[in-house]
């Protein structure tokens, strides 16, 4: 009698201490979000919602609005996506349901390792290999800094996010799952797609969702070789920017106290962007779910 | 009737190959930058590398040797203590989530973690920076290695949950048969089957913040001097890495390639290592 | 236990203020580093004390020297009265080195490029748009210029060097001051913007028909092609260390700079100096510290450094390809680092 209050005791412990640190996570947002909202606080008073639409980054004339970024960051991570999902999963699938061999082991360090590369060597590889290579290859295309070769080199750097944790969901789905698909006769495709994909498919999305919020935030890289110019344009062989570059750009030396500001309303625009976008991800995703998992 | 069973199976064969061969091709395709990244990093470092490089301190443009031990030291103190910040968080937290977290608080906690992912790891710094700089009028590692850990937060959340989530629950409900209390059930059957998954997304975190520059230049600062103290600025191998890449100077180019092959040589010897000694679960 | 261990960590930190007197910290401009990890290194060899500069930017530099996190500060753009005043109002600029900015260009079959600043202007204002442009061609007999497109590449980073090189632009092209002006960071008519001088000449070396500009420094340990600029006498100068210096001495004989210079402002501007020889483009980057000095022995400390790095120091600055302050200066910028309230 004793034992078991004391058991449940320990349960109910357990339960408030991982919940305490789960809680710890919208609570920093929280703090973020304030800050954020207490320093861009003379931006958003002065230019109100016309900074969401306007075309004009002026730090000279104190003019700032943030269209052409939220535009760069959108198509930049989306290109990245549709070149990593894919790339990433098919990886993924490799390493764990069709190569047996010991290079799979490598191939897998490898892709981690891609994690390691500070983003600053991965823009100098990318003005210099990535950059020349594409502009070689792909008719159409003058120079290597524009939107397309910033969409690229983000795909690489979530590659090993998305390619890993796939490995890792797909490697977690019990065997007798796919025992039992194999023993009925089924093809390796009609094995991964009944027995291993839906079991899956949950950890693949949150892969896939922590790679895009790597493509959305990432700096470094991309400012490197998007040719950093604000403006619109429906070619993907033209220079354009994302809000996080130019925030890293303009941040150590924005002089006017209003460029400041306006920077770190770029900051809370992506935050918000990132709460869109993730949320149009899980509606998609609640909805596959619902086909591959009806209860 | 006849004709019918063998087109199918024909398809069927068809969509066997086609799903070889894509998979296939996405795993070499894959390879190729990969390839190309560390290849370039390893010709463009390997010639810097030697032992001073491991342990002296960096030196001006004009002297010769020098290295930058101190920041090789820093990375690792950084890093420790961003998963001093950051692992708690993430593990609890991801245990959380796949044990009791279904339903809307879950949701929410599940949301602020991805919304967390995509803040600019530089507008982190500025976060880390108003907090703990700002206010203590100082540079201190504490300051960097705080935003690294909250960098670090979101992958560790995120993998903890999927893997413990894709623990059989027969285990767990055996381990509950037996009498043990939830809590050491989750603690050391569940979670110590899903860690070979959960390391790989530490690992992978882990990889991820030894390699960022940008939150830490304005909050652990860097130092060319030898400081082990966490409340004083700290050098890291990024902040050092990115001084010598935007500096004019050929020597401290080669010095910025050989700290950023270090950088990868260093997670790859981590890595192997944890590998080695933890044993892989296979479930039947 | 996070909060536990940050609560240790944080009192210690807060005790041992003391015990760092002896330690300096500044912050700020990139484009001096090299020569201040040089200073740094041989003062702390020399007398122990030791000093930590981070090039973390000129405007983070400023404003961690406002916000009193650092001992000093370090910038490429002289301070607007807005910042003096934000930072305590008693701010010192003290000039260090000098440099200057260079035009480099990457187009095959042409190698002693010319341009005189209307070119210039033109080309970064994306009105000349291809290299066989004849106002281009006008400036450069016996070049062959090819059809090819002109690619601009400029800083996207704010940077001293945009700063340096768009306010000689604004000097020199009424345009230029009209459509874009004068800062570290301007909204850019034409090009593409690449992060750094790496950035920069990164863009310059893989796209033939490019032009960017750069540090000098960086252009000559990096084999850059330049142009030779037109300067305010006429000639076509070449960008070098000694024409640098040429400019310096060219602008201290202009009356303005001289009253300047003895009322003990050094915010001095070096663009389009007179003199035959001046480089047109040329700009120097200061130490900023507050005239009174609150903690008694770091401000001992600091008036020690300074004066080291004005007289002795000097003579390590062009190894690493700086120029100089003209002997003219120093001299008064050190009685006015002895003026500074301990």
Not at chain 1, 253 to 264: C, F, G, M, R
Not at chain 2, 9 to 15: A, C, D, P, Q, V
Not at chain 2, 43 to 68: E, Q, R, Y
Not at chain 2, 117 to 125: A, E, F, K, L, N
Request: net charge positive; hydrophobic share 50%; aromatic share 10%.
């Amino acid at each position: 009698m004793w034992g078991r209050i004391e058991m449940k005791k320990g349960d109910a412990w357990f339960k408030a201490v991982t919940f305490g640190f789960a809680l710890s996570i919208p609570f920093l947002l929280l703090i973020l979000i304030l800050i954020l909202l207490i320093q861009s606080w003379s931006s958003i008073s002065h230019f109100g919602f016309g900074f969401i639409f306007g075309n004009v980054w002026d730090p000279l004339a104190d003019k700032f609005s943030a269209l052409p970024f939220i535009y760069g960051t959108l198509v930049s991570s989306l290109i990245a996506l549709a070149i990593a999902v894919p790339l990433g999963m098919g990886c993924a699938i490799y390493l764990s349901e069709i190569s047996h061999s010991k290079v799979k082991e490598y191939i897998a360090v490898m892709v981690e390792l891609l994690a390691a590369i500070p983003s600053v060597v991965y823009g100098l590889w990318g003005i210099f290999v990535l950059g020349p290579w594409l502009t070689r290859v792909i008719p159409g295309m003058k120079y290597g800094s524009c939107l397309l070769t910033g969409g690229v080199i983000l795909a690489i750097m979530i590659l090993p996010t998305i390619t890993a944790i796939s490995r890792e969901v797909f490697q977690a789905v019990p065997n007798s799952l796919r025992e039992s698909a194999l023993a009925l006769g089924a093809t390796r495709w009609e094995t991964f797609r009944l027995a291993v994909f839906g079991p899956a498919l949950s950890g693949i999305v949150g892969a896939i969702i922590l790679g895009l919020g790597r493509a959305l935030g990432e700096t470094m890289a991309v400012t490197m070789v998007i040719g950093n110019r604000p403006e619109i344009s429906a070619s993907l062989f033209e220079p354009s920017y994302t809000l996080a570059s130019v925030i890293a750009n303009e941040f150590a030396e924005a002089t006017s106290s209003l460029n400041l500001s306006a920077l770190i309303e770029l900051a809370l625009i992506l935050l918000v962007l990132t709460i869109i976008v993730n949320g149009i991800a899980r509606l998609l995703v609640w909805k596959t779910t619902l086909k591959y998992n009806p209860n | 009737m006849e004709n019918n069973t063998e087109i199918q199976s024909k398809l069927r064969k068809i969509k066997e190959r086609f799903f070889l061969a894509a998979v296939v091709l996405c795993a070499l395709i894959a390879v190729v930058p990969l390839f190309s990244v560390i290849g370039y990093v390893f010709i463009k470092g390997i010639s810097a590398v030697n032992l001073d490089f491991f342990t002296k301190l960096p030196v001006p443009v004009g002297d010769i040797g020098g290295g930058m031990g101190n920041a090789i030291v820093g990375t690792f103190i950084l890093s420790g203590i961003a998963c001093l910040v950051g692992l708690p968080v993430g593990i609890f937290g991801g245990i959380w989530l796949a044990q009791f977290g279904k339903g809307k608080r879950g949701f929410f906690i599940r949301y602020s973690a991805d919304v967390l992912s995509s803040i600019p790891t530089i507008v982190i710094g500025i976060f880390a920076y108003v907090l703990l700089v700002a206010t203590l009028k100082h540079f201190s590692a504490v300051a960097g290695g705080f935003a690294l850990g909250i960098i670090m937060i979101p992958t560790v959340t995120r993998t903890t949950e999927e893997m413990v989530k894709m623990v059989p629950r027969n285990l767990y409900e055996a381990g509950l048969a037996l009498g043990i209390p939830e809590w050491k059930v989750t603690l050391h059957i569940v979670f110590r089957t899903a860690w070979n998954g959960i390391f790989t997304g530490v690992m992978l975190s882990v990889a991820r913040i030894m390699g960022e520059t940008a939150p830490l230049i304005f909050t652990a600062f860097n130092t060319p001097y030898w400081s082990l103290r966490v409340d004083q600025p700290m050098a890291s191998m990024t902040v050092t890495i990115y001084n010598y890449a935007i500096s004019p100077f050929a020597e401290w180019h080669a010095q910025a390639w050989a700290g950023s092959l270090t950088l990868v040589f260093i997670v790859l010897s981590i890595t192997l290592l944890v590998r080695k000694f933890s044993k892989r679960v296979v479930y039947t | 236990m996070i909060k536990k261990f940050l609560a240790v960590l944080i009192s210690t930190a807060l005790l041992s203020g003391a015990a760092f007197a002896a330690t300096l910290n500044g912050a700020g401009a990139t484009f001096p580093y090299p020569i201040y990890v040089k200073w740094n290194s041989i003062y702390s060899n020399k007398t122990g004390v030791q000093v930590n500069y981070q090039g973390i930017g000129s405007g983070g530099g400023i404003r961690q020297f406002s916000s009193g996190v650092v001992d000093f500060g370090g910038s490429d753009a002289p301070l607007t009265e807005a910042q003096i005043d934000a930072a305590g109002g008693d701010v010192l600029h003290i000039p260090t080195v000098m440099g200057a900015v260079v035009v480099s260009y990457n187009l095959q079959g042409v190698s002693g490029l010319k341009l005189d600043s209307d070119v210039l202007a033109g080309i970064f204002l994306g009105k000349i748009k291809n290299w066989n442009d004849p106002a281009v061609a006008a400036l450069n007999p016996g070049e062959n210029f090819p059809d090819k497109a002109i690619l601009v590449a400029h800083r996207s980073d704010g940077s001293g060097t945009t700063s340096i090189f768009t306010d000689y632009l604004a000097k020199v092209s009424l345009k230029w001051a009209s459509q874009v002006g004068a800062g570290t960071a301007v909204s850019w008519p034409a090009g593409v913007g690449g992060k750094g001088n790496a950035g920069v000449a990164g863009q310059i070396k893989v796209n033939d028909g490019a032009i960017g500009y750069v540090e000098l420094s960086y252009a000559m340990t990096n084999n850059l092609s330049v142009a030779a600029l037109k300067n305010k006498a006429g000639r076509y100068i070449v960008p070098t260390l000694d024409s640098t210096s040429a400019a310096a001495d060219g602008a201290m004989a202009s009356s303005k700079i001289k009253k300047m210079i003895s009322s003990g402002d050094f915010r001095l501007n070096l663009n389009n100096a007179p003199g035959v020889d001046s480089y047109p483009i040329v700009g120097m980057t200061w130490i900023l510290v507050h005239k009174n000095q609150k903690d008694a022995e770091k401000g001992r400390a600091l008036v020690d450094y300074l004066k080291w790095i004005l007289s002795d120091g000097q003579q390590y600055v062009s190894e690493l390809l700086y120029a100089p302050l003209p002997s003219s200066v120093r001299s008064k910028v050190l009685n006015a680092v002895n003026g500074i309230k301990i």
